[in-house]
């Protein structure tokens, strides 16, 4: 069996929540235990960071991945989706899990796999307990998919659970309230580990509660922590003064990531560095290192990333009305004379409160990405028309960009986003 005969397998047998959206989606864990027991309990052979959230969750867990690994840890990280390769999924210090390593799996479990027709993402994550307990890491990041209550990671019993933030997405699975989002997200606190909220949010009682129930201490990370700009952002870089408890703690911190949202990821990264930093033995030099080379550590990309000048072109897999409100108001505080906008997003998501946080004089390239999920371009270039918006429609990404990159100037800027997918593709 070759990697891609592997991968042709697991993709084609399995259902894919990214690609095909309702059908791949279990509401239980029964598939998920049954795996974990046959498999012996991996994930109770290592300790692990568990981080769920609408928006920065990966980044978190990027974030403090790369500050692990500056401590010395040998640190795996979970997260997902993949952008170029099914491997990115799962990494140990940096490192995706290596192409054999995958071909074992899938031709040592395949009999286990066919029998319970897991989810795609129940499998890679049995794939990634597994390869995390034969590497023998120290700590693994483990990032939830949509959910947390019914999420597959969800059988961990982390040093920490983290809640980065609630927001409008996945409500067919999740419920159309924010309590209710909440209610799901909050599924990972568990008996006595300590939760770390990103963001202080009019549903914060939804966490107090579950936490109070749960015996677990909660700890506000916007309440704690807070970051001031020292210098602006410079490309792709940016370095901040730290404030914990109103007094400076950290100056001059440089990151290599160039989002401005990434101020919140990094205060709750932080705050959660906090909570494990004896148990990890992390020091402020570790922090400084890890929090200025996460792409280099971990290899995190698609993060507001800069893929061409003059015209610049700029990547962001901000795909939710909160992502993309954060994506426009950074493009807002850069000089450029035109804004062109690559565009896509999926089929089970309502376009019209994204498109009307566009620019109204945004030139668009409607797109789609190569998924059965992926909402059709015209159906798209309909919506942004209801708003204002208009341009042409690409049959994929890659098109799009090309023309977007021929009618820009010099001068202009050319962004690329509203689904992960999108992103993939372009880079």
């Not at 307990?129 to 969800?154: C, P, Q, W, Y």
């Not at 490309?235 to 911190?253: A, I, P, S």
């Not at 990309?301 to 901000?318: K, T, V």
């Amino acid at each position: 069996m070759t990697y891609k005969e592997a991968l042709d397998f697991l993709f084609s047998f399995l259902p894919m929540f990214q690609r095909v959206g309702a059908p791949a989606y279990r509401a239980n864990l029964d598939n998920t235990i049954a795996f974990d027991e046959y498999l012996g309990h991996p994930h109770r052979q290592f300790k692990s960071i568990h981080v769920a959230g609408t928006n920065g969750k990966g980044s978190v867990c990027h974030i403090l991945a790369a500050i692990l690994q500056a401590a010395g840890c040998r640190t795996g990280l979970y997260t997902s989706p993949h952008l170029k390769d099914f491997r990115e999924r799962i990494r140990i210090n940096g490192y995706c899990i290596p192409e054999e390593n995958v071909i074992c799996f899938v031709r040592q479990h395949e009999a286990i796999i066919k029998k319970l027709k897991p989810s795609f993402f129940e499998m890679s994550m049995a794939m990634a307990f597994d390869h995390f307990r034969k590497e023998k890491v120290d700590v693994a990041v483990i990032e939830t998919g949509m959910g947390g209550r019914l999420d597959s990671t969800n059988i961990i019993t982390p040093v920490l659970s983290v809640i980065t933030n609630i927001g409008f997405d996945h409500t067919s699975f999740l419920g159309n309230t924010l309590e209710l989002i909440a209610g799901e997200k909050a599924g990972i606190i568990k008996h006595q580990v300590p939760v770390i909220i990103g963001e202080t949010q009019d549903i914060l009682s939804v966490f107090s509660r579950k936490a109070a129930e749960m015996e677990s201490p909660v700890y506000l990370a916007d309440q704690i922590y807070r970051l001031e700009n020292n210098t602006p952002v410079v490309q792709d870089k940016q370095t901040f003064h730290v404030f914990r408890n109103g007094k400076l703690h950290l100056r001059r911190l440089d990151t290599d990531l160039g989002g401005h949202y990434q101020k919140k990821n990094i205060l709750t990264a932080l705050c959660a560095i906090d909570r494990v930093s004896d148990a990890f033995n992390i020091s402020d030099i570790d922090i400084r290192q890890g929090l200025g080379n996460v792409i280099k550590l971990t290899g995190i990309r698609g993060r507001w990333e800069i893929i061409g000048q003059r015209p610049r072109i700029i990547c962001d897999c901000g795909h939710n009305p909160q992502g993309i409100m954060e994506v426009v108001k950074q493009i807002g505080q850069l000089s450029y004379r035109d804004l062109h906008f690559v565009f896509g997003m999926v089929d089970d998501k309502d376009p019209m409160p994204v498109l009307k946080l566009f620019p109204k004089k945004t030139v668009c390239y409607f797109t789609q990405a190569n998924i059965p999920r992926a909402m059709d371009k015209d159906k798209l270039a309909a919506a942004g028309r209801k708003v204002g918006l208009e341009g042409e429609t690409y049959p994929d990404p890659m098109l799009a960009l090309e023309a977007a990159k021929n009618a820009a100037g010099v001068d202009d800027l050319v962004v690329v986003g509203g689904s992960t997918f999108v992103v993939a593709e372009v880079l």
